[in-house]
């Protein structure tokens, strides 16, 4: 046994140094390869005398993931797994069954089926649960559940899923999957064309542009590109998508590294499609990376108006690096700056708070630039709309809220319960608000405020000075009325709260294509960002 463990051993190890041997040491050159000589041994010794079987390979994938957690969460390991998943997601194609899916420990939760797609055909709606694939059961399965829906094109497979507590069959054809980076554009009135631009894969750039065209072909005197929920991708596709409105030779992004090579400065290379053609984008803060270097350039130029909310503020750019067997290692590499030389970062990952998490760069810390009008514009907190909407906005309770199964779940119980004969008509009522809210308070989501955080950590303090029995009865009362107040809460975010069930439960009944149909008629955002292109004065006002 422990000659085979020698063998797996040296692979995760010799891949490592390989790694390590190809990067720019300079002077921590010694430092390094002192490190890496104790961790070599460790991790034989570990291997050889622990008491039960170990996986050497497992053991490698944790150790260089947990390393890279300390550094920012956009420094990742791939394994061969996740680089075919990275491939994926940069490129939008793949063979599979046609939906978004999401693992948990003993079944596939369908989020969200794909229209005339082979989980669609087979009459999969978001909310089932798939409980087998061919057989293989779930629960217990010791890979990545979903990779069982993945195959050769035309081959089928057979699932067994629970659907409202009742198990049913069906049996699925994988098929070609193409995720569009732009899935919608069309006409909101006669003068406003309407693009959703949805990931900066490989074919955004290409795909923005016809629509751009197209649209301009209908009669389209103004754009609407809508990047909320965007969260990013190819750095080269926002500079293509920016050039479609600027002129060739403009400014777009610098970057900056400590690695000479790194520090480059990005201008368009193009001749543009409209460089007059008025432009409202709205952003939200799910709008992150690529989605920002679009806005950010786009305001700093003075080329179009940003409604919405803040964006997410992710000022970094990462790159893949090729390592061994297969794995990658995609590594942050350097800051990037719009064309006013800010940087949208908003997160410090290099100076923590006493538990670890990364901060907030501090308004005060913030700096001021110049549109090339002369408008002021500041760094370190992301983009910051021109027209900010209250709407757009969702607070700490809310973005618990949707990160939880809150929402999803809700909607698929209104979707069993509910007939909607015209949904652009659709308007949840406060009927519908307060079942949301007893859900809410009946399902296991636990939301923790910053003030309960501190209660918690100065009552344990208080224990360790053996202080009396008062203090326990005045921070339980304290816990019972923070409890109250987060009830509170969720009725002082309730339009936000009402905007993200809503776009749920639309998505029920008329896929992601008729949500968009359904913003052009009820979407603030949308309505508002109409309204300013509509008023060439107003419009004016803004980049001026």
Same mark, same amino acid.
């Given at each position: 046994?422990?000659? !085979?463990?020698?063998? +797996?051993?040296?692979?995760?190890?010799?891949?490592?140094? !390989?790694?390590?041997?190809?990067?720019?040491?300079?002077?921590?050159?010694?430092?390094?390869?002192?490190?890496?000589?104790?961790?070599?041994?460790?991790?034989?010794?570990?291997?050889?005398?622990?008491?039960?079987?170990?996986?050497?390979?497992?053991?490698?994938?944790?150790?260089?993931? #947990?390393? *890279?957690?300390?550094?920012?969460?956009?420094?990742?390991? %791939?394994?061969?797994?996740?680089?075919?998943?990275?491939?994926? +997601?940069?490129?939008?194609?793949?063979?599979g069954v046609g939906a978004k899916i999401r693992t948990l420990k003993d079944k596939l939760v369908v989020i969200e089926p794909y229209k005339d797609y082979p989980a669609d055909k087979a009459g999969l709606k978001a909310g089932d649960e798939i409980i087998e694939v061919d057989g293989i059961k779930v629960d217990g399965y010791e890979d990545d559940a979903s990779n069982l829906l993945k195959g050769a094109p035309n081959s089928t497979l057979k699932v067994t899923y629970k659907r409202q507590g009742k198990t049913n069959t069906t049996t699925l054809t994988r098929s070609e999957i193409e995720i569009n980076a732009v899935p919608h554009f069309s006409m909101i009135n006669e003068t406003t064309g309407y693009i959703v631009l949805q990931k900066f894969n490989a074919k955004a750039s290409m795909q923005t542009e016809y629509a751009l065209k197209d649209l301009?072909?209908?009669?389209? /005197?103004?754009?609407?590109?809508?990047?909320?929920?965007?969260?990013?991708? *190819?750095?080269?596709?926002? !500079?293509?998508?920016?050039?479609?409105?600027?002129? /060739?030779?403009? *400014?777009?992004?610098?970057?900056k590294s400590k690695v000479k090579k790194y520090n480059k400065t990005y201008y368009t290379k193009n001749e543009p499609v409209d460089t007059e053609i008025p432009v409202v984008v709205l952003i939200n803060g799910r709008?992150?990376?690529?989605?920002?270097?679009?806005?950010?350039?786009?305001?700093?130029?003075?080329?179009?108006?940003?409604?919405?909310?803040?964006?997410?503020?992710?000022?970094?750019?990462? +790159?893949?690096?090729?390592?061994? %067997?297969?794995?990658?290692?995609?590594?942050?590499?350097?800051?990037? %700056?719009?064309?006013?030389? +800010?940087?949208?970062?908003?997160?410090?990952y290099w100076n923590r708070d006493e538990n670890g998490n990364?901060?907030?760069?501090?308004?005060?810390? %913030?700096?001021?630039?110049k549109t090339k009008?002369?408008?002021?514009?500041?760094?370190?907190?992301? &983009?910051?709309?021109?027209?900010?909407?209250?709407?757009?906005? #969702?607070?700490?309770?809310?973005?618990?809220?949707?990160?939880?199964?809150?929402i999803f779940d809700f909607a698929t119980q209104y979707y069993?319960?509910?007939?909607?004969?015209?949904?652009?008509?659709?308007? @949840?009522?406060?009927?519908?608000?307060?079942?949301?809210?007893?859900?809410?308070? #009946?399902?296991?989501?636990?939301?923790?405020?910053?003030?309960?955080?501190?209660? /918690?950590?100065?009552?344990? &303090?208080?224990?360790?000075?053996? @202080? #009396?029995?008062?203090?326990?009865?005045?921070?339980?009362?304290? @816990?019972?009325?923070?409890?109250?107040?987060?009830?509170?809460?969720?009725?002082q975010n309730k339009t936000q709260l009402v905007n993200l069930l809503t776009d749920e439960i639309v998505k029920r009944y008329v896929y992601r294509e008729g949500l968009y149909d359904y913003y052009k008629v009820n979407n603030q955002e949308i309505k508002t960002a109409t309204q300013i292109l509509a008023n060439p004065s107003k419009y004016n006002r803004y980049l001026n």
């Open positions: 046994m422990k000659k !085979i463990l020698k063998k +797996r051993i040296l692979i995760p190890v010799f891949a490592l140094t !390989i790694f390590i041997t190809g990067s720019a040491f300079k002077s921590d050159f010694f430092e390094i390869a002192k490190q890496i000589e104790i961790f070599t041994t460790l991790f034989k010794e570990l291997n050889m005398n622990y008491v039960d079987e170990t996986n050497p390979a497992d053991l490698m994938d944790n150790a260089i993931k #947990n390393m *890279l957690n300390d550094l920012d969460p956009y420094t990742k390991f %791939y394994n061969e797994q996740d680089v075919e998943a990275e491939r994926i +997601r940069r490129t939008g194609d793949y063979t301009k072909a209908q009669g389209a /005197k103004s754009i609407i590109l809508d990047l909320r929920n965007n969260p990013g991708g *190819l750095l080269r596709e926002a !500079i293509n998508i920016v050039n479609l409105f600027v002129p /060739k030779g403009q *400014l777009v992004v610098t970057t709008s992150a990376s690529a989605s920002e270097i679009v806005s950010g350039a786009l305001q700093d130029l003075d080329r179009a108006v940003i409604v919405g909310a803040r964006s997410f503020g992710k000022g970094l750019v990462q +790159r893949p690096k090729k390592l061994t %067997y297969g794995t990658q290692l995609k590594v942050t590499i350097s800051r990037y %700056y719009t064309p006013s030389g +800010r940087c949208i970062q908003s997160l410090d990364a901060v907030r760069i501090k308004q005060e810390n %913030y700096h001021e630039f009008n002369g408008r002021k514009v500041y760094d370190g907190g992301g &983009v910051f709309p021109d027209e900010a909407l209250e709407t757009t906005k #969702n607070s700490a309770i809310t973005d618990a809220i949707l990160n939880s199964q809150a069993y319960n509910h007939q909607i004969e015209d949904i652009n008509s659709f308007k @949840l009522s406060d009927t519908d608000f307060n079942a949301f809210k007893t859900h809410l308070k #009946n399902s296991s989501f636990e939301f923790e405020t910053e003030t309960e955080k501190a209660l /918690k950590k100065a009552f344990e &303090v208080s224990k360790t000075e053996n @202080l #009396n029995d008062d203090i326990q009865k005045e921070y339980n009362a304290l @816990l019972q009325h923070l409890d109250k107040t987060k009830t509170q809460t969720v009725d």
